[in-house]
């Protein structure tokens, strides 16, 4: 899994929520009806200010493998989310939109709206938002509810970053380019979207 440069970091992100479900519309007037899916994930695409060559050719470079070997990012934060503690699954088997969580930080708030990703066994992160507000309790476990529904049956100990949530797929598109401006500065934008 290829990593870009922290610095420059993106100067801009527009995320995007796949729906894999879809809303069946009558041709006669009657109502519609939602049907749900699995599989709903994230897609963001990633701007960079102005760089120069000596900077933007380790972007491109690993842009580039990117597209064969995918890529992980932070996903932006607008604030910080708290101080966790070091979250991780409590028990095997989730399924739904449910997330029982042990190690936190007794009396953590994890709002609504916080972004998180659930690291499995074999390093791939899942990007997830909570759908409601939870406080933690004395001994630093809750339960979260999460969107969009869990995709994987995550383990027992499975790490959850809530103070650095990853997102991590492939760079989109069967190409991808840069500009290179009069200027002699280089601008990058790519779109990344989970693959699983």
Do not use: C
Request: aromatic content about 8%.
């Amino acid at each position: 899994m290829i990593e870009l440069p922290e610095n420059p970091a993106p100067n801009g992100a527009v995320p995007s929520l796949l729906d894999f479900g879809m809303t069946l519309r009558s041709s006669t007037g009657a109502g519609s009806l939602r049907t749900n899916r699995k599989g709903s994930r994230y897609r963001v695409t990633f701007s960079y200010p102005p760089m120069a060559p000596a900077t933007a050719r380790v972007f491109i470079a690993r842009l580039s493998k990117a597209k064969r070997d995918g890529l992980r990012m932070p996903f932006p934060l607008l604030e910080p989310q708290g101080a966790p503690g070091s979250p991780v699954v409590d028990g095997s088997g989730a399924t739904g939109h449910t997330l029982p969580v042990k190690g936190l930080t007794p009396g953590y708030a994890a709002k609504e709206g916080y972004w998180l990703s659930i690291e499995d066994g074999a390093g791939r992160h899942y990007l997830h938002t909570l759908s409601a507000t939870a406080m933690t309790d004395g001994s630093g476990e809750a339960t979260w509810t999460v969107e969009p529904e869990l995709r994987v049956p995550f383990e027992d100990g499975d790490t959850i970053h809530i103070a650095k949530p990853m997102i991590e797929g492939f760079v989109l598109g069967d190409e991808w380019s840069w500009s290179i401006a009069v200027d002699r500065l280089i601008r990058l934008e790519f779109a990344l979207e989970e693959a699983a």
